[in-house]
Structure formats: structure tokens, C-alpha cells
């Protein structure tokens, strides 16, 4: 794209949304395109409609900020009826469901819920009530997709969720969680303090405490092989941290990394949004030498990371940078010799496959059966 665009540009845009009336049509154009790529074009169309300063911009973008209301409010009045039916079923198995991510911040109203896109519905379950959770949901309309019989396997031995469910007539993706990162890697966090917050929120859902919420969004994005929709997450914890901000939330907060081991992860994040919203959130200072260059290094890495990945703001730098989150996720997800077990697994079967020329020629077929037994 010939017209330059910077990645401040984009941070000003978010910081100081009333600013962006001084933008010609040109620039309006290529914050768009960045905008509808970091999935973030109807969260600022939201914040720009309740602002004094919707009428100022131009008539062509008023019209795709109103198509992008649109269609997020759609998706928004969709995942809280799904989620009321998906809660009313599992209740009524005695399993007390409780939504994570996009669908938590549109049950709990949120201060980033108008405008959050969601790609699936994130639902946490404990352990013991899985197989139940499960059985209820197949025997309800829900159905998982064919995989391979590795692939099922990968999911219930090494994953924290099951393979994701598929509603039959409405196409509602759902992941069912019994943790929040992948027990297999030795990082996933103690439930019990999570548990331990659940708030029944007003619409007679559950979602997990501010809190936990908070520090839910950082273990999913700094632990993550993919930050394609990194910058996203940080409005999300822009959004959370200005909306709950005291000091019993960021006490905590520190509690829940500490206890979660997720301190260093927690530093980097609240590095960044005080850097790039003119924060002044409280920040975990690191012990020793090896913590401060690791901490030093972390941020370098996700400041670049985190660049949507849209052609005007690409450069040499974000890329690496995204590389190294790559190889850093996977190293994280599972010990070295489950992990090369895993990809060579994954390889071969892949190899096999093409020269089958059939890329499914392993997966299980798909069964409806359950679906219909209501």
C-alpha cells in the first residue's frame, strides 16, 4: 500500500479516538483496512458513536463504522442466547459453566464488549463434570467435526480443552475448557483461586472475576504460539484495566500471577500499556539480573510482535518478532521430547496423506447420531 501508516498512527487512534476527525479521506482509508485486520473496526466505531464527535467524521466512513455496528451487534446478541441455552443445558446437569474470553465480556458487559468479535464461544468446566459436559451438549445438537484419532488424542491427553463442538443448525463454535492452558506443559495454572472468584453476572451466567479475567487474557496472549489478533487483546486489557482500576483489583491480580507463576508475563503487559496508553498500572519489578534481561528482552519481542499484521504496517522487525513468539509458544506448550514425539507425528502423517492425496484419509468420520437422540 503506497500510503505510509505507522503503527502510532494506530495507538493514537486507540488512545485519542476524538483526534481522528483531523484524518483526511486517504488516512481514514488505511486505518480501516488496519483496523478491520486487528478486528478492532467496530470496537472504535462503538467508541466514536458515543463520543461528540460522530458527526464530524466523513458520511463514507460513518457508513462502514455503522455497517461493523452492525454486524458486531449481531454476533453479540448472538453469543449471549447461545450462551443462555449452553448454561440452562449444563445446569440442568448439575455442571456450572463458565464463559471465558469474547463471550465473558459480552455477558459481563464489559467496557470492551460493544464491538468484540468472536470467532467461537469459550466455556470452562471443571474436570470431573467434562465427560458429562460433554455427553449433554452431543445429545443436544452439538457435534464435533472429523479428526484424526491423534489429533482426538492430542486433545484429551496433552490439551486443556476437548476437540471443539459445532452447533448442528446455527454453526456456533465451541470450545469446552477444563483448564486454561495446556496441562501438559507444567504451566498451566492452579484452578482453585479461579474457581474461587466465579461471579454470577446479571444475566444469570457465569464468568470469572475481573481479576482472573485480566490475568485469563495475558496467559492466553503471552503463552500463545499466534498473536494474530495480539493488538485486540491488548485493547481488551486496556479496556479491563481502565474499567476496574483500584487496588483491590491490581492486588489481586498480583496474587493470581504469583501464585500462577505468571509474574514476567504480567510485567510485559502492563509494561506495554503503560507505554502505549499512558498508563500508570502497577508494575511487578523483576529480582535479579537474569529476571531483569529476560523481562527486557520479552518486551522488545511482543512491543514488535504485537504490530497487526497488515502489509502497512509490516516490517522486518514485527516479523521476527512474530517468529520468535512462534518458536516461544510451541517450546512453552510441551516438554522437548513430547514435542518432537508430537511433530514428527504430525509430519508423517501429513507426508502419508499426500501421498495418498487425501489430506483426510485419517480423519474419523463425522457422527450425527447423538445430535438426534433428543
Given at each position: 500500500?503506497?500510503?505510509?501508516?505507522?503503527?502510532?498512527?494506530?495507538?493514537?487512534?486507540?488512545?485519542?479516538?476524538?483526534?481522528?476527525?483531523?484524518?483526511?479521506?486517504?488516512?481514514?482509508?488505511?486505518?480501516?483496512?488496519?483496523?478491520?485486520?486487528?478486528?478492532?473496526?467496530?470496537?472504535?466505531?462503538?467508541?466514536?458513536?458515543?463520543?461528540?464527535?460522530?458527526?464530524?467524521?466523513?458520511?463514507?466512513?460513518?457508513?462502514?463504522?455503522?455497517?461493523?455496528?452492525?454486524?458486531?451487534?449481531?454476533?453479540?446478541?448472538?453469543?449471549?442466547?447461545?450462551?443462555?441455552?449452553?448454561?440452562?443445558?449444563?445446569?440442568?446437569?448439575?455442571?456450572?459453566?463458565?464463559?471465558?474470553?469474547?463471550?465473558?465480556?459480552?455477558?459481563?458487559?464489559?467496557?470492551?464488549?460493544?464491538?468484540?468479535?468472536?470467532?467461537?464461544?469459550?466455556?470452562?468446566?471443571?474436570?470431573?463434570?467434562?465427560?458429562?459436559?460433554?455427553?449433554?451438549?452431543?445429545?443436544?445438537?452439538?457435534?464435533?467435526?472429523?479428526?484424526?484419532?491423534?489429533?482426538?488424542?492430542?486433545?484429551?491427553?496433552?490439551?486443556?480443552?476437548?476437540?471443539?463442538?459445532?452447533?448442528?443448525?446455527?454453526?456456533?463454535?465451541?470450545?469446552?475448557?477444563?483448564?486454561?492452558?495446556?496441562?501438559?506443559?507444567?504451566?498451566?495454572?492452579?484452578?482453585?483461586?479461579?474457581?474461587?472468584?466465579?461471579?454470577?453476572q446479571e444475566s444469570g451466567r457465569y464468568t470469572l472475576e475481573?481479576?482472573?479475567?485480566?490475568?485469563?487474557?495475558?496467559?492466553?496472549?503471552?503463552?500463545?504460539?499466534?498473536?494474530?489478533?495480539?493488538?485486540?487483546?491488548?485493547?481488551?486489557?486496556?479496556?479491563?484495566?481502565?474499567?476496574?482500576?483500584?487496588?483491590?483489583?491490581?492486588?489481586?491480580?498480583?496474587?493470581?500471577?504469583?501464585?500462577?507463576?505468571?509474574?514476567?508475563?504480567?510485567?510485559?503487559?502492563?509494561?506495554?500499556?503503560?507505554?502505549?496508553?499512558?498508563?500508570?498500572?502497577?508494575?511487578?519489578?523483576?529480582?535479579?539480573?537474569?529476571?531483569?534481561?529476560?523481562?527486557?528482552?520479552?518486551?522488545?519481542?511482543?512491543?514488535?510482535?504485537?504490530?497487526?499484521?497488515?502489509?502497512?504496517?509490516?516490517?522486518?522487525?514485527?516479523?521476527?518478532?512474530?517468529?520468535?513468539?512462534?518458536?516461544?509458544?510451541?517450546?512453552?506448550?510441551?516438554?522437548?521430547?513430547?514435542?518432537?514425539?508430537?511433530?514428527?507425528?504430525?509430519?508423517?502423517?501429513?507426508?502419508?496423506?499426500?501421498?495418498?492425496?487425501?489430506?483426510?484419509?485419517?480423519?474419523?468420520?463425522?457422527?450425527?447420531?447423538?445430535?438426534?437422540?433428543?
Open positions: 500500500m503506497a500510503h505510509r501508516f505507522s503503527f502510532e498512527q494506530l495507538i493514537e487512534a486507540v488512545r485519542a479516538p476524538t483526534q481522528l476527525t483531523r484524518l483526511s479521506l486517504s488516512d481514514w482509508e488505511v486505518l480501516l483496512f488496519v483496523l478491520k485486520t486487528a478486528r478492532l473496526e467496530a470496537y472504535l466505531a462503538f467508541v466514536l458513536h458515543d463520543s461528540d464527535t460522530w458527526d464530524e467524521i466523513p458520511a463514507q466512513v460513518r457508513a462502514h463504522f455503522s455497517a461493523a455496528m452492525v454486524y458486531a451487534q449481531r454476533q453479540n446478541d448472538q453469543v449471549f442466547h447461545e450462551g443462555q441455552e449452553i448454561h440452562e443445558l449444563l445446569m440442568a446437569q448439575g455442571v456450572v459453566p463458565v464463559f471465558l474470553k469474547g463471550a465473558a465480556y459480552i455477558i459481563a458487559a464489559t467496557k470492551n464488549a460493544n464491538g468484540r468479535l468472536c470467532s467461537d464461544i469459550d466455556l470452562l468446566v471443571k474436570e470431573d463434570v467434562l465427560a458429562v459436559s460433554e455427553a449433554t451438549l452431543l445429545n443436544n445438537f452439538w457435534y464435533h467435526k472429523s479428526i484424526t484419532d491423534y489429533d482426538d488424542k492430542y486433545y484429551r491427553e496433552y490439551a486443556h480443552e476437548i476437540p471443539p463442538l459445532y452447533h448442528l443448525t446455527r454453526g456456533t463454535v465451541l470450545d469446552l475448557h477444563h483448564n486454561l492452558f495446556l496441562p501438559v506443559s507444567g504451566k498451566a495454572p492452579p484452578l482453585e483461586q479461579f474457581w474461587e472468584g466465579v461471579v454470577l475481573p481479576a482472573a479475567m485480566f490475568m485469563h487474557s495475558i496467559i492466553h496472549l503471552m503463552l500463545n504460539e499466534e498473536v494474530v489478533h495480539g493488538f485486540r487483546d491488548m485493547v481488551d486489557l486496556k479496556c479491563l484495566a481502565e474499567q476496574f482500576n483500584n487496588e483491590p483489583f491490581w492486588q489481586r491480580v498480583e496474587q493470581l500471577a504469583i501464585e500462577s507463576h505468571f509474574e514476567t508475563e504480567l510485567t510485559v503487559v502492563l509494561t506495554l500499556l503503560n507505554t502505549w496508553f499512558d498508563g500508570n498500572y502497577p508494575v511487578l519489578q523483576p529480582v535479579g539480573r537474569s529476571q531483569r534481561t529476560k523481562l527486557k528482552w520479552l518486551t522488545r519481542i511482543y512491543k514488535y510482535a504485537l504490530i497487526p499484521d497488515h502489509p502497512a504496517l509490516h516490517s522486518v522487525r514485527s516479523g521476527v518478532a512474530r517468529f520468535m513468539v512462534f518458536v516461544r509458544g510451541h517450546s512453552i506448550k510441551m516438554p522437548f521430547t513430547v514435542l518432537v514425539k508430537h511433530f514428527s507425528i504430525k509430519l508423517w502423517l501429513g507426508f502419508r496423506n499426500w501421498l495418498r492425496g487425501d489430506a483426510t484419509a485419517d480423519s474419523k468420520p463425522v457422527d450425527l447420531g447423538a445430535a438426534f437422540k433428543r
